[in-house]
């Protein structure tokens, strides 16, 4: 009997995973099935690049995982039952069930309202496609000299606010941040910062809270109000509820908690990764959301998975951060180097250089998850029926 490995969601993480097990286990042993929503997939990474109004390069997964071994599945999933072992998912044709011996939750996350008055109702966001086509439709309908608010002064922010103003110069863009402009970045990133958007005429509103959003303005909590023709959302991401509705053990903000072979602490038939994973990373602090950090993941939970289903030796790789790397437009970015658990240091790189590091960053990413299984030694080893056994009816220890 072969054993059923159920991956869900093929963002970068979930597409890298699926790939990797098909590497590491042989195919007449395991079913690796991969659920998604869509049927292309989606370089997340560059949203904010799709509303400002270019084109990316389309990525059917029909072409991604042909000859893998990897069953695609495209249906929307609706639900988990870890005590079964089933998820429920629906498409066009109805709902239905499909078993799983191991299952790879990799679901990602949506845009982040915070429960900010008007936030939902009025204001645009760029977490996924969606959001970033109906940013790109109004940012396409909109008046010279409007303004346009980017709220939140992370990297997204930051990526949003550089590449609407570059692409349309005509608008006056501004960026509300909580604190100093990029203030985790060292002083030679500051200063880069501060330069770019000066170039590109973007205003900042610096120690500002927006506390409410509406249809042409948003309040702050210092009592200002700002106008906005357009307000941008991007103060950080936030996870589907579907894994809060499980079993499962999940912090309060519904991510699943994970040990370091990203193998749920409450479950041990269950693994998380990506966004939807809270893993402790250097220095005892969890991952941020990312793609830097959320593929390693990935790797370590198909090399755990097939570790266990083998016999092989469990990964023990520690993931740790270099860089955060910012594009400011497409002539512009920013390099800045980190320590392992994600700080600033000294060094940054900046420039034109930086803007085609962070394309290469870009395309790389992509590129793994449009050749899944190219690139990695094969290590097929037999999976045993009592390991196959072991590695799911085991409690973990609470
Ligand atoms: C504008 C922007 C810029 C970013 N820039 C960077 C960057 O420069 N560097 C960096 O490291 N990170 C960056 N990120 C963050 C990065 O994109 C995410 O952390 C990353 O995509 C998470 O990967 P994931 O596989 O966990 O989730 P995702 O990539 O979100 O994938 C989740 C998948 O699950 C599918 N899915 C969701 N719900 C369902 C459902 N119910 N049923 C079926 N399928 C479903 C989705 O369609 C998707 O395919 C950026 C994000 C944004 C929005």
Known sequence: MQHRIVVLGAGYTGAIAAGRLA??????????????????????????????????????????FAGTGVGLRLAKVTGVDVDRRTVAVVDANGAEELAYDTLV????????????????????????RPGALRLRERLARLDAGRTVVVVGGGLTGLEAATEIAEARPDLDVALAARGDLGDWLSPKGREHLRKVFGKLGITVHEHTTVTGVEAERVATADGRVIPAAVT???????VHPIAKATALKVTDTGQIVVDGTMRSVSHPDVYAVGDAAMVMGPGDK??????????????????????????????????????QCISLGRKEGLIQYVTADDRAVRAALTGRLAAVYKELVCKGAAWGVANPTLGL??????????????????????
């Open 23 to 64: 590497r590491r286990l042989r195919r007449e042993d395991v079913a690796i099935t991969l659920v998604n929503a869509e049927p292309h997939f989606v370089e997340r990474v560059r949203m904010h690049q799709l509303a400002a109004g270019q084109d990316l390069k389309p990525r059917p997964f029909s072409e991604m």
């Open 105 to 128: 939750y990799a679901l990602g996350s949506g845009w982040n309202a915070q429960g900010v008055p008007g936030a939902a109702e009025h204001a645009y966001e760029i977490a996924g």
């Open 232 to 238: 941008v959302w991007t103060t950080g991401f936030a």
């Open 286 to 323: 969890p991952l941020r959301m990312s793609c830097a950090s959320g593929t390693p993941t990935a790797w370590q939970a198909a090399d755990a998975i097939a570790a266990r289903l083998t016999g092989g030796k469990l990964p023990n790789t520690p993931i740790r951060y270099f860089n």
């Open 377 to 398: 030694p094969t290590r097929r080893r037999r999976v045993t029926r009592e390991r196959a056994a072991a590695g799911s009816a085991v409690k973990a220890p609470a």
